[in-house]
């Protein structure tokens, strides 16, 4: 398994190792031995799985209080995976990073507590998994507009399809301070 960092402190990109032949593949997808190892240190309590069609754009959410950390990966397909900081006090507080998640890398994207989490289907359709490190509580639930300016992401796509919800949600700028994560050093 290879960790790589990413420009936000935390944020990790992980290359697992896979073992593959004429038959197929077999890949870890965690230990928690082996990822703590790898520093990080997760206690996961809840999986997820979604499917989404080609230009589906889920996100960015969040959870406060009651924050997750994600490790996401995915199972079927392509996605462009970003995570957002949203901790208050936080050097690097709006900047994001990104990775293209596909099936045939096998790469999964770690994402702390008190980030902003999205990403958009660039395939047919994808099949998309996540670990996450709290259950889902829906009166913490939060997001932030996709489209953000001031976060300046670089989406593959300019006109996705979005839940009503995520149509939505305010500007960075617009959430509450005290809705927000608080960065600790």
Known sequence: MKVNETALPGVVMIDPDVYGDSRGFFSETWNIQRY???????????????RSAAGVLRGLHFQNPSPQAKLVQVLVGEVFDVAVDIRVGSPTFGQWVGAVLSASNHRQFFIPEGFAHGFCVTSDDAIFAYKCSNVYV???????????????????????????????????SDVSADRLPQYTA
Do not use: Y
Not at 36 to 50: E, L
């Open 138 to 172: 829906p009166d913490a639930d939060g997001g932030v507009r996709w489209d953000d300016p001031a976060i300046g992401i670089d989406w593959p796509l300019s006109s996705p399809e979005l839940s009503d919800k995520d149509r939505v949600a305010p500007l960075l």
């Open 36 to 50: 703590r190892d790898a520093g990080i240190d997760a206690t996961f309590v809840q999986d997820n799985i979604s």
